[in-house]
């Protein structure tokens, strides 16, 4: 589950970076940083490693 979280938080990361760089969605993609920064938290807190 754990790994999971991270591919999700990585996933949102890029989808963040190609809708700042190239598409504009408005706000939604900001929101879909902030939650992948959640979960890469989230992880930290847990003490588990990120890679």
């Known amino acids: 589950m ?23 969605m408005g706000g939604v993609i900001h929101i879909l940083l902030v939650i992948a920064v959640i979960a890469i938290i989230l992880r930290i807190i847990q003490g588990r490693k990120i890679l």
């Open 2 to 24: 754990g790994n999971l979280l991270y591919i999700i938080a990585v996933i949102l990361i890029i989808a963040w970076a190609i809708g700042f760089i190239g598409y504009s």
